[in-house]
């Protein structure tokens, strides 16, 4: 079964400097991976998701994360934060096939941006 | 984009009462639906994933009778949390996804809905 861990609950980054939220997966085979963010009382958005390829994707906002399959990792990264990225962030894994599975989400890791 | 609906986005009610939620796919079909559970300042937990025409399948320790799944057509499945109390008070969000969907295409998710049992 696939899990997900997120090491940080909590970040702290000041506005302008570069942030890097980790995740590590475990899954038996190649895994689709995702990153969502979600602001207080609100739903999902989809920052971005890997598949194949290559392993450096590009999302929206801004944000990038890389696949390291030798370090079963899908870190977020960002090179200059924004006040409005502060936000709960989720890390996702889905199986291969993922139409019909859902995904197992990190426990999320809140990003607090100050001046 | 494709695009799923939630409704309520918010509801309270007292304790002993039933709440439908609704989970209704805009612009696309699809057979499996997907409920999930977040309580305050916690992850989404997967509850039940709902499939059209056929029973839905719960995650361990999630009581059927007390969250009632129906998944009637391709565009809408329903929860309804039976005689809540305050302890079912929660975000519940679900996600679907498109049947004509590459196997690398997201699902998609609603934008919750906040319930709160007194």
């Known amino acids: 079964a696939q899990s997900v861990t997120q090491p940080d609950i909590h970040i702290t980054v000041s506005e302008g400097a570069s942030l890097e939220l980790r995740c590590n997966y475990s899954y038996g085979a190649t895994p689709y991976l995702f990153w969502y963010v979600q602001s207080p009382g609100q739903g999902l958005q989809l920052l971005l998701k890997?598949?194949?390829?290559?392993?450096l994707v590009q999302g929206i906002k801004g944000f990038e994360a890389e696949f390291k399959r030798s370090q079963s990792s899908f870190n977020l990264r960002k090179p200059s934060v924004h006040w409005s990225d502060a936000a709960e962030y989720f890390c996702a894994v889905g199986a291969g096939n993922s139409g019909n599975t859902p995904l197992v989400f990190g426990k999320g890791t809140r990003l607090s941006v100050i001046a | 984009g494709a695009v799923v609906s939630q409704h309520p986005s918010w509801v309270i009610c007292k304790s002993g009462t039933s709440v439908k939620i609704e989970c209704r796919s805009l612009d696309f079909q699809a057979t499996t639906m997907f409920w999930y559970r977040q309580f305050p300042k916690q992850s989404l937990m997967l509850m039940a994933t709902?499939?059209?025409?056929?029973?839905?399948?719960?995650e361990q320790g999630v009581e059927k009778d007390k969250f009632l799944i129906n998944h009637a057509s391709l565009t809408l499945s329903t929860l309804t949390v039976t005689s809540a109390h305050p302890e079912d008070s929660s975000f519940y969000i679900c996600s679907a996804r498109d049947v004509r969907a590459q196997a690398h295409q997201p699902q998609h998710f609603g934008d919750g809905t906040r319930l709160s049992i007194l």
């Open positions: 890997y598949f194949s390829g290559d392993t």
């Open positions: 709902s499939n059209e025409g056929s029973k839905a399948t719960y």
